[in-house]
């Protein structure tokens, strides 16, 4: 396996960790996704083709890829009012704004 390889695995793990946690949470109910790319990066390792290291690496980098456009184009969609309910995004801008002066938003009444 050539030097840059793992430089450019342990690169595109982390980035590819901080996407899942930006983009698919962090909760303890969501745990097994970061779990599931730890136990994908550790097992591949060992990995000794480079061929194989480039090709897992390649699969990483496009899953990582795929997360930040999914993400991008849904904050697209609802910057431009297309086709999705709103009032789960106003009430989190809105919580975000209250928070940022130190109040908190009344709950709602739902009978």
């Known amino acids: 396996m050539g030097s840059q390889q793992p430089m450019e695995a342990f690169k595109v793990y982390r980035v590819l960790l901080k996407a899942v946690k930006n983009h698919i949470g962090k909760e303890e109910y969501k745990k097994h996704f970061s779990q599931y790319i730890a136990e994908q990066f550790r097992k591949n390792s060992q990995l000794s083709e480079p061929s194989l290291v480039a090709q897992r690496i390649k699969l990483a980098n496009d899953y990582t890829n795929l997360l930040n456009s999914v993400h991008h184009h849904k904050d697209l969609?609802?910057?431009?009012?297309?086709?999705?309910?709103?009032?789960?995004?106003?009430?989190?801008?809105?919580?975000?704004?209250?928070?940022?002066?130190?109040?908190?938003?009344?709950?709602?009444?739902?009978?």
Do not use: T
């Open 77 to 111: 969609l609802f910057s431009y009012n297309i086709a999705v309910d709103r009032s789960d995004e106003m009430k989190r801008i809105l919580g975000k704004s209250a928070a940022s002066v130190g109040l908190k938003l009344p709950e709602v009444y739902q009978p």
